[in-house]
């Protein structure tokens, strides 16, 4: 059999499946991620990404956070490529208990995905820190600058910085469906990020896992199918 004719049957053989995604989800609507060879980490000069994306940085240098976080993170033209949109017909079809992603970008509710969980929250939310007016995704990302809201407090995103804690709806929900799941498909994520990928430990036992990660992760040793591949190439080829 070959990789995708065992994702197939992994598939069909499931009844209630959990989708656990990362960047790596994005990088075919060309968004880069941050760990791969063309990723974000290998792009930067001087102060590290990790370290812009960090609560304390934000907190002592937000004109260099949002110059970063224009220029790097958003991408306010990227569209749902094959992974998301596989997935929300998997969601149509039944048998997906919901999408836990570690992205930001929104992608799998624009491919019409309604069960995801945004462990580490949404660029299309965003916030004032001073009176919690909520502002969009473009309010944000066509000024410049420091975004302000009326009452002069700052407009920041909705995104779990580095240093902060995951949000616990997200974090409930997540751990509802991968203790539920019968089959866990692990993808695009390089599962080094906690406690995003620790998530994966509560699994229940018995069930299934496969992952389809371009570079090797610290899960392989465990799945039961590994495909060294581009997700959304492997999940256009599934009869769902
Ligand atoms: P990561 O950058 O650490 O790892 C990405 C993994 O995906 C790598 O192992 C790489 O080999 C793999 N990959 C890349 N393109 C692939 C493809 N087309 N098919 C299959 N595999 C592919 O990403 P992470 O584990 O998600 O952790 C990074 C953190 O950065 C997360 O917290 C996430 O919130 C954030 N992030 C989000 C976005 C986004 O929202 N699109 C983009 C960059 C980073």
Redesign the pocket.
């Known amino acids: 059999m070959s990789d995708i004719e065992q994702l197939q049957a992994l598939y069909n053989e499931a009844d209630s499946i959990v989708f656990f995604g990362?960047?790596?989800v994005?990088?075919?609507s060309g968004?880069?991620?941050?760990?791969?060879a063309n990723?974000?980490y290998r792009d930067f000069s001087g102060v590290s990404p990790e370290e812009i994306l960090s609560h304390d940085f934000f907190e002592a240098h937000p004109e260099e956070f949002f110059r970063f976080y224009r220029t790097k993170i958003l991408a306010p033209d990227a569209r749902p490529n094959a992974a998301h949109l596989a997935l929300a017909r998997m969601e149509r079809n039944g048998k997906l208990l919901g999408i836990v992603t570690?992205?930001?970008?929104g992608l799998h509710q624009m491919a019409g995905s309604r069960r995801v969980a945004e462990l580490?929250g949404s660029v299309h939310r965003n916030y004032c820190q001073r009176c919690g007016r909520k502002y969009d995704l473009g309010f944000v990302a066509d000024g410049g600058g420091v975004p302000r809201c009326s009452c002069g407090g700052i407009v920041r995103p909705d995104v779990v910085l580095y240093g902060e804690s995951l949000p616990e709806d997200a974090i409930e929900t997540a751990l509802a469906w991968i203790s539920r799941a019968d089959f866990i498909l692990v993808?695009?994520?390089?599962?080094?990020?906690y406690p995003?990928a620790g998530l994966l430990r509560y699994r229940k036992r018995g069930s299934r896992l496969a992952l389809?990660?371009?570079?090797a992760?610290p899960l392989d040793a465990e799945a039961e199918l590994v495909i060294h591949?581009?997700?959304?190439e492997a999940l256009a080829q599934l009869a769902l």
């Open positions: 990362g960047a790596g994005s990088t075919e968004i880069p991620d941050f760990r791969s990723g974000l570690q992205n930001i970008d580490h993808a695009g994520t390089s599962l080094t990020v995003a389809i990660n371009r570079d992760t591949g581009k997700v959304g």
